[in-house]
Nanobody, 119 residues
């Protein structure tokens, strides 16, 4: 069992920056691929960024060049650095951990943190 707790959300002006953190409980954090998703009101949840156990990253086209995902396995934490924020980045951002062992897939979600970009 893995518990995920996000923090770092808030209200920021357009062009500003925020850094989200997702702290994971339990062991074996380094064996989980980690992702950030977001969901705006009335919209479907979308993948924002992901990082593999090897540190390879992938981003949604809408955030490439502005957001950076990273992980610190010693601290059991994954981060999302968000720069040049736009109003359309407003959403609830959630952390996801996933791991597959043989045919069993383990997926865990955090409770989410609100990010609001507005002047």
């Amino acid at each position: 069992q893995v518990q995920l707790v996000e923090s770092g959300g808030g209200l920021v002006q357009p062009g500003g920056s925020l850094r989200l953190s997702c702290a994971a409980s339990g062991s074996s954090f380094s064996l989980y691929a980690m992702s950030w998703y977001r969901q705006a009101p009335g919209e479907q949840r979308e993948l924002v960024a992901e990082i593999t156990t090897e540190g390879n990253t992938n981003y949604a086209d809408s955030v490439k060049g502005r957001f950076t995902i990273s992980r610190d396995n010693a601290k059991n934490t994954v981060y999302l650095q968000m720069n040049s924020l736009k109003p359309e980045d407003t959403a609830v951002y959630s952390c996801n951990a996933r791991r597959q062992i043989l045919i069993v897939r383990y997926v865990y979600w955090g409770q989410g943190t609100q990010v609001t970009v507005s002047s």
